[in-house]
């Protein structure tokens, strides 16, 4: 039987959804850690499976000149570094949405260490930049999520 | 039950490793694909996890001094285009192995269509950067994996 | 008579330092804007090239394990993107600064519309990654930037 | 006199097109020294600043879907590694260009010692991505440029 390798992929636990990557080489810089920008990165990877395990496609919308999420306000916190080969788990909580926003927390974990934590403000934008309101089916998923009855698909 | 988010993790097919990647917001250039730098650290991600699942433990080695692969030459050749959300499957040879380094053939897909390919030319190097013999053990790990005798532990 | 290729270089406005850069296209995402990881390497090398106008050498430090600027905190506010050939121009200021911390904020700009700015606190640390007092010379370096006392070498 | 900020821009001298930049924290890895990936991103770099110099306006004519090149080969070779703070000066040459396409030699140097170099296929595409035959006064500057008639504007 042929083995298949296995993607990342994030799943729900409540209203909380989950997320784990590796730290390969290309993430971490000289002083032997992950690059502080990275974090960054990884976030939106995060909320990327999020939106597409809640059934959003971001591509499709954005051919479609539906628009796009964007990141209005980030607050990071650094606490301890990632190192190469570590796993690193993102656990991301939507706190309140909007009609064309919506307000995240997002933290990277080692087992039980907090490694960092960010407060997100994620706007909808046009192809022009400027706030839109998000798509009502979204608006319906996500506020699903925040009430802890999505499951993943 | 808690459900876990599942973490990227290649496996061994023959003589091949096989990895998958899922591409995000943050590969991509304003042509709307995946920016050519990105398959670098891509292919880079893939050797990473092969090295992982031989059993080479690379940070190990680099904190003892003891030295590390770099890439000396890669050819790169690219096909066709990586867009959002595509899943991309990272296929990896190792065509032969020196003392001091070995040679490799990456190719990445989605589906059945070839994106890309590269044939690189991998060297140890020790802290300063000379190329040194590979540890006896990793050159056993890596004459295993050419040899199709390898599996996904 | 050869002509040579301009570097990026910084320079000392006041209490201000200012730099500048273009971006390229590996720093766009496929929304068409920059990608918004990037406005934190844009921040640092701005940081960076400010350390070295100041005459702090940040790799001899490292080589000679006497420690690191790390990022301790950052608040990031997106307030319009930048695109392909922009010119950015970082303009950064220290606000206070402590026996193993500063503070700093800095701003991205094309012509006079703010892109983006940060709030950061910045700390020292030893290779460990536990804070350390920073070199009194440093520490002496920047107290001059804040006076608005250093002039570009 | 407010004094200005110093940009990176590049110069012709004869055939060859000459950029510099320095290698910042985000350029390294955890090996000390700058991550092989990011010499695509300083290639690229490069060759905008070639293009933007020749009169060519990448931006205006990806807006107008008129197309943009893209990498389709890259042979790439490192020599010797380029570290935090150093001043990476980028040679390029234009060797044939013909109806949808060219070829470059471009070489990373620090000082005399070569770092990296690379030979490349640019392709001109479409917003399908299907090669295309580039403008005909984007062809007549790029000759220009190989003949060694450009004068750095």
């Keep these: 039987m042929t083995q298949l390798p296995q993607l990342a992929a994030g799943c729900f636990?409540?209203?909380?959804h989950i997320y784990a990557l590796r730290v390969y080489f290309g993430d971490t810089d000289l002083s032997g850690v992950a690059y502080h920008?990275?974090?960054?990165?990884?976030?939106?990877?995060?909320?990327?499976d999020m939106l597409r395990l809640l059934g959003?496609?971001?591509?499709?919308?954005?051919?479609?000149?539906?628009?796009?999420?964007?990141?209005?306000?980030?607050n990071l916190r650094y606490v301890a570094p990632a190192r190469l080969d570590d796993v690193v788990r993102i656990e991301s909580v939507c706190e309140a949405i909007g009609a064309a926003s919506c307000r995240m927390h997002q933290q990277a974990f080692r087992g039980?260490?907090?490694?960092?934590?960010?407060?997100?403000?994620i706007g909808f934008v046009g192809p022009d930049f400027r706030p839109r309101r998000q798509p009502e089916a979204w608006r319906a998923a996500i506020t699903g999520f925040i009430n802890g009855s999505t499951i993943t698909p």
Excluded: H, M, P
């Design 56 to 74: 959003i496609d971001q591509r499709a919308a954005f051919d479609a000149g539906e628009g796009a999420y964007t990141v209005a306000e980030i």
């Design 112 to 121: 039980e260490q907090l490694l960092a934590e960010a407060r997100l403000r």
């Design 13 to 16: 636990s409540g209203a909380r």
């Design 37 to 48: 920008a990275n974090y960054l990165r990884w976030f939106e990877r995060a909320r990327s």
